[in-house]
């Protein structure tokens, strides 16, 4: 597929654009994948195309998921670019950490008026690296959040376990529950030791447009269902002006991708690629596949309705 390619030393923002075969003036700021142009990057993209969005596709780094003190001001220079470049509706996609932070840029950008955040987090936490350090895939980064604004972190819940601790717990609870990854007990713990603050939450009640939550119970990543229903009585106590759709699952894991983005990126296996991930799809398969057919229409619905209102 043509795109454009943008670097942030000459752009101000890593990412890729791809223009719809169908003339459009809508664009989704898309955040799936480790790398724009990696596999599930281009799957979000065709995925969206459907719709006749126009995409940019948007990471850290180049094929690079690690998330500390990414500057949301990127995130604005792309807004910018599309803007300048014939595109008057402009939304955002996340998902797992990305949804988090969807929705800190969402709350910022009031000209994002379309926010779909799947299995996100109401607060901001502590920065994370990935790669191999001392034989771990993941460690916290002192002092970072996932996400700065104007230079500095935006305020973080730090975890309550350091660098090597952090992984190891991760990766005995992940053989434990027999889950690609289970990070559940490291965001619960750091909770419960009393380290998560009011200045920590997103002010969702900032977000403009429409937005749109969407988790499941059994999660194994962390209780994005708790932290939805958060986000709701945060909404229904405090003055706003966005439309939300909330939509939780019994059952679904830390994958809540609609049925078509599976399809799109494994035309065959894509049940069993989830059911090998997750111990909870592999107990519940149909019900999980229930979700994300059940998911896919709604989504439909929600961005078709904001293409094509004013």
């Not at 500057?71 to 949804?99: F, M, Q, Y």
């Not at 003055?239 to 679904?252: A, D, F, N, T, W």
């Not at 057919?293 to 209102?309: A, M």
Request: aromatic share 12%.
């Amino acid at each position: 597929m043509k795109h454009l390619h943008f670097e942030p030393e000459a752009d101000g923002f890593y990412g890729a654009y791809w223009e719809s075969k169908t003339p459009s003036d809508t664009a989704m700021i898309a955040m799936l994948g480790d790398d724009p142009e990696d596999y599930m990057g281009k799957t979000c993209v065709k995925w969206l195309h459907t719709y006749g969005i126009n995409v940019m596709s948007m990471s850290p780094g180049k094929k690079n998921y690690s998330h500390h003190n990414y500057p949301i001001e990127r995130i604005g220079s792309a807004i910018e670019w599309l803007k300048s470049h014939g595109n008057k509706k402009i939304g955002i996609v996340g998902a797992s950490t990305t949804a988090t932070v969807a929705l800190v840029a969402a709350s910022y950008y009031h000209d994002l008026t379309l926010t779909v955040a799947l299995t996100p987090s109401d607060f901001v936490w502590q920065g994370f690296a990935q790669g191999n350090r001392d034989g771990c895939k993941e460690w916290p980064v002192e002092n970072e959040s996932i996400v700065s604004i104007g230079g500095k972190p935006v305020p973080f819940m730090p975890f309550v376990y350091k660098h090597p601790e952090y992984w190891q717990k991760i990766a005995k609870a992940s053989k434990e529950h027999g889950d690609s990854t289970y990070s559940k007990d490291v965001f619960d713990d750091s909770e419960a030791a009393g380290l998560l603050k009011e200045e920590h939450f997103i002010p969702v009640e900032n977000i403009g447009g429409k937005l749109v939550l969407v988790g499941a119970e059994d999660d194994s990543l962390w209780d994005t269902a708790k932290y939805i229903r958060r986000m709701d009585s945060r909404l229904k106590s405090r003055p706003h002006s966005c439309k939300y759709s909330v939509y939780l699952y019994e059952h679904g894991t830390h994958f809540v991708f609609p049925e078509s983005v599976l399809k799109k990126a494994l035309p065959v296996g894509a049940d069993m690629l989830v059911n090998m991930c997750f111990s909870a799809a592999k107990k519940f398969p149909d019900e999980c596949k229930a979700m994300r057919i059940d998911l896919d229409k709604k989504l439909t619905e929600e961005i078709l309705d904001w293409k094509s209102n004013n």
